[in-house]
Every structure is written in C-alpha cells, then in structure tokens.
C-alpha cells in the first residue's frame, strides 16, 4: 500500500455493562478504552483478560451489556464483520501456507490477491524485517519471526483496533525487546487503538500509555501508565507487580 493512501485510525473501544459467564462464576466488564493510544491490561492469571479481548473480537457474547466501537454496537456482529484483529501468543500462523500467503490472509480470506495486495504484503514485510523471506513456511522460522509475520498480517488487515493476548510471551527478553519497540514504532505510525495484555509489568511500563488492571473477573483499576508505575497504583496492582505497599 502507498504511503500516502489512507489507514484506519485508532476508535474508541468500550464495554458498557457487560456480562458474561462460561457456566459459572460471572464476569462483569464496564470499561473504555481511548482511541488511538495503547492500553496496556494486566491482572492475574484467570483474572479475565482473554475474556475481556474475546468479548471485543466477537469470540464470545455478553449475556447483558454491549460491545460499542466507535461509538457503534459490534454486539450481535461476527468477529469477521468487527473493525478489529487479533494477535495470539502462538498457533498464528497455518502451518502448510508460506509467510507471504500467511499474511496475505489479512487481505483476503480466499487468498485472491491481486497487484495492490501484493504490494501491501511486500511493504508490510519489509517493515517487520522479514523481506526475503516470502516463500519460507512457519516452521522455518524462529518464534519471535512467526510473530512478525503475525503482526504483518494485522498491518494489512489495516483495521483501527489491534487486539494483542500475551503476544510476545514465549519469548526471551532480548527478542520481546525488539517486538515491543517494532510495535511501539508501528503503533506511532498507524495511530491504532491498541489494547495488549500482558503479564510483564515491564513490558506495560515501556509501551503502555494507560492501564487497565483486572482481578477477579472485573475492572479492578483503570489509570494513566504513569499513575501505575509512579508507585501510586491501586494496592491490587502493587501487590501484583511487586512493588512496596
Ligand atoms: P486470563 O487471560 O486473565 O488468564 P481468562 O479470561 O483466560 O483469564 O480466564 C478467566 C477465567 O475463565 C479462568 O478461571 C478460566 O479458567 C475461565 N475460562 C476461560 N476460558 C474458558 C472457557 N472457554 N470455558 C470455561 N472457562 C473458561
Ligand atoms: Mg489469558
């Protein structure tokens, strides 16, 4: 895609009311998510936050409550009809298809791609750092490469709200390191509104802008990153990172 040709902006993102449940103890999520910035969610483990990314992507359906995006209802909409995509910690990718037909999916389901595609493919490789390597398959990759080609795949989908669970979890330091500063830099240039769960305090600090930080199945903080981390957080939070209370 040109430089110059136009690219989603970030929207605001909100769960107004929500509930859900799997069949037992419930989930009660009213919370916003400002557009264009990223949003850094936190929490103990089976706190809730893949529930709360799933209930955006269209995974799961409130029982109560609605999905607003943009200010619209996405409730009763498939994943596939939300302006949203996903990263996962790992399985991104298919298997059997080649790095360019892997992220060619982000442009069309059915792998019908024509010039245009194939120039946003090029680009978007190129911008992760894997040109040169189109025609390899997943598993002649390292894992921090799959999630480039992830994330290639979410640049062209081009959609205003990237959806990240745990993204760069299985890897070590060094290549989460260059993974939050590619994201970083893509998120400055394509302004998405970014909501990305991690469980490294480290990782919120060095990309977050806000903070939602979830226990029990609920929003139990929301707050500014500097709030977070100038040791002034809720004392949930605190105990979670391990700061002094
Ligand atoms: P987190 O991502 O913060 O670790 P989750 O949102 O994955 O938390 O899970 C919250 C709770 O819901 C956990 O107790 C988990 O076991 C439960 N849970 C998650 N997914 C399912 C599911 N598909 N069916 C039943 N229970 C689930
Ligand atoms: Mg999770």
Redo the contacts with the bound molecule.
């Keep these: 895609m040109p430089a110059n040709e136009s690219r989603a902006k970030g929207v605001t993102v909100r769960l107004e009311d929500v509930s859900f449940d ?4 419930p ?1 009660r999520f009213d919370v916003g998510f400002a557009a264009a910035k990223i949003t850094a969610i936190m ?10 990314l ?1 209930l955006v992507a269209g995974f799961e359906a409130p029982r109560s409550g609605r999905v607003l995006i943009d200010g619209s209802d996405v409730s009763a909409a498939p994943p596939s009809a939300r302006p949203v995509s996903m990263v996962f910690q790992e399985n991104n990718l298919f298997a059997h298809l080649s790095v360019e037909r892997n992220v060619g999916l982000g442009r069309s389901p059915s792998l019908s791609l024509g010039d245009a595609d194939h120039a946003a493919i090029a680009e978007a490789l190129a911008r992760v750092g894997l040109a040169g390597k189109e025609r390899r398959l997943p598993r002649e990759l390292s894992g921090g490469e799959r999630q480039r080609v992830a994330l290639a795949r979410v640049l062209v989908r081009d959609r205003p709200v990237l959806l990240l ?1 745990e993204p760069f979890a299985s890897l070590g330091p060094a290549l989460r390191d260059d993974m939050l500063d590619l994201l970083a830099n893509v998120h400055t240039e394509r302004q998405m509104t970014v909501l990305f ?1 991690t469980h490294q305090p480290e990782d919120a600090r060095r990309i977050g802008q806000d903070v939602v930080f ?1 226990d029990n ?1 609920t929003v139990a903080a929301t707050g500014t990153a500097a709030d977070f981390f100038d040791g002034s957080g809720p004392d949930a939070f605190r105990r979670y990172v391990g700061m002094e209370a």
């Design positions: 799997y069949g037992e103890a989930f929490g103990p483990s089976g706190s809730g936050k893949s529930t709360l799933n669970d769960v979830l199945h």
